[in-house]
Structures are given as C-alpha cells and as structure tokens.
C-alpha cells in the first residue's frame, strides 16, 4: 500500500495553506507512518520535519522515500510513542498529525501534546468525526463496533477548546482521498482474502470490504475532519 490511511497531499498542503502564517522551526508529524504527509510537509516548508512513530518498518519506507525525493536531509525519523512528544520535544511550532491521534484518544493527544507546542505555535490534527445528526442505522452499526469514540465535529471543538486551543479552521477530508491509493487498492486487495487459509484474515478482509461498502453508501455522514488550532500566546502548561 503506497497509504496507509485516507489522506492526499493535495488536502495536506490545502490545510497547511489555512495556518496564518508560514516558517516553521520545528515541525513534528505525529503517526507519521510511512510518511506520505511528512514528505508533502518537509518539501513545501523546506524544514526538518520529524517523524514520530512506533513503527520502525515504517520509519525505515519513509527514510528510503525521502532519499528517493533527495530531501533526506528535511526527514528525522523517531521510533518512539507519540504519547511520549512532550517529554522529547520542546517549543514545536507545527504539531501535524493525521489519521493517528485516535491511537491514544483525540482527547488525550490535544491535551498531551499542548504541552510540547510552544505558545502561538499550531496543532493540526485530523479525527475521522461525524458530519450529521441523523446516520443511516447500517452506518452507526459499523462504527459502533469499528469506532465506538466517534464524535461530532461540534464535540471535537468543544474538546479543543477546553484543552486550551483556538480554533483557527476545520477542513473535511476530499473525498478522493479515501479512493486514490486508497479503497482503489485495498478493495481488491481484501477481496483476494476472503478465501485465506486464516480465519483472521478472512473476517479483516470482510470487515474492510463492509467499511468501503459503507463508505460507497453514505460517505457524507462521517469524514476525516482536520482541526487546525493554536495555542494561545500567554498560555503557559504545566510540565507534562
Ligand atoms: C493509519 S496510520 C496513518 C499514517 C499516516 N499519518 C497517514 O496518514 O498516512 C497510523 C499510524 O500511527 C502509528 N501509531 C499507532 N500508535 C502509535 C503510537 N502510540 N505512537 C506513535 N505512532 C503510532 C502506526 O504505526 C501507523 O503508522
């Protein structure tokens, strides 16, 4: 799989282009699996980003990406738990994180990672989040058991706002990026799995081939939302 989840940089660098302000002197992508944001980041900003992720698999894919594109000098892999950022990083000014922050919580991640973001300094962290009151009972099904955390972008604001952010603007995932590179590979992929020897196997791909089913269906009810927020300057946190 050339992604590992939703995402096009076409949609990194719109939302990138949303932050007032360009020139970064310390830029993290948390999650940055094999780093096809990291590589769209590094080489607009034209500044180190560094990569966090548990993963060394993937960190070794993004180290050969970046050669690949010669801006291996912009990349700084980190194998290390995301929860861990403020403990290794100080005064970031761009916090970039998608399709990861769920790993440890949304909640969690925008109250943990506060306290390595210097004041003034940008958060921008996508959550897949639900786009409309009202949900087809088939789709509220599936994310009951796939997502069970789930929640409105209104409720994702809230959450930011009480861990300390400023909302700068939100931006939902196009909706070619869930196909492109994506379901395109994944579908044909899973289906070639149904008849795996691993009873695991089979129910993965089944569950996958159900998810892109319900995304065909009723993609305009949940999206990956990205939330470009800010800590305020004159915030002070404690140390984490
Ligand atoms: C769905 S992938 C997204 C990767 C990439 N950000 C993208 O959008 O293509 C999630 C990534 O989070 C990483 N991950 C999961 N838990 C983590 C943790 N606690 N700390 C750091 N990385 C983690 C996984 O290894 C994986 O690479």
């Known amino acids: 799989m050339e992604k590992l ?11 990138l282009a949303m932050i007032p302000r360009d020139g970064f002197s310390l830029v993290v992508d948390a999650g940055s699996g094999i780093g096809r944001q ?7 900003l034209q500044t180190t980003v560094h990569a966090v992720d548990t993963a060394a698999k993937h960190l070794d894919s993004l180290g050969r990406y970046s050669a690949q594109l010669g ?32 790993h440890i919580g949304f909640p969690n991640a925008l109250a943990s990672w506060l306290h390595a973001i210097r004041p003034g300094g940008y958060a921008v962290i996508s959550e897949l989040s639900w786009l409309r009151d009202e949900v087809p009972e088939h789709v509220h099904t599936y994310f009951r058991r796939g997502y069970p955390d789930m929640r ?5 604001l809230s959450i930011a706002h009480a861990a300390g952010y400023e909302v700068i603007a939100t931006h939902i995932l196009s909706r070619a990026a869930w196909i492109d590179g994506y379901y395109d590979k994944l579908e044909p992929l899973a289906r070639s799995l ?6 695991a196997v089979r129910t993965f791909a089944a569950q996958t081939l159900e998810g892109i089913h319900v995304f065909d269906s009723a993609a305009d009810n949940y999206g990956y939302v990205f939330y470009v927020l800010r800590k ?3 915030e002070t946190t404690a140390v984490a």
């Open 5 to 15: 989840g939703p995402g096009s940089d076409a949609d990194t660098l719109q939302v």
């Open 38 to 44: 990291t590589l769209a980041l590094a080489s607009r």
């Open 71 to 102: 801006i291996e000098h912009l990349v700084q892999t980190h194998c290390m738990d995301m929860a861990d950022i403020p403990a290794i990083f100080r005064d970031v000014d761009l916090l970039w994180s998608e399709c990861a922050a769920y």
């Open 152 to 156: 409105t972008v209104d409720e994702n």
């Open 194 to 199: 149904l008849d795996h020897p691993e009873q």
């Open 232 to 234: 305020p300057v004159g």
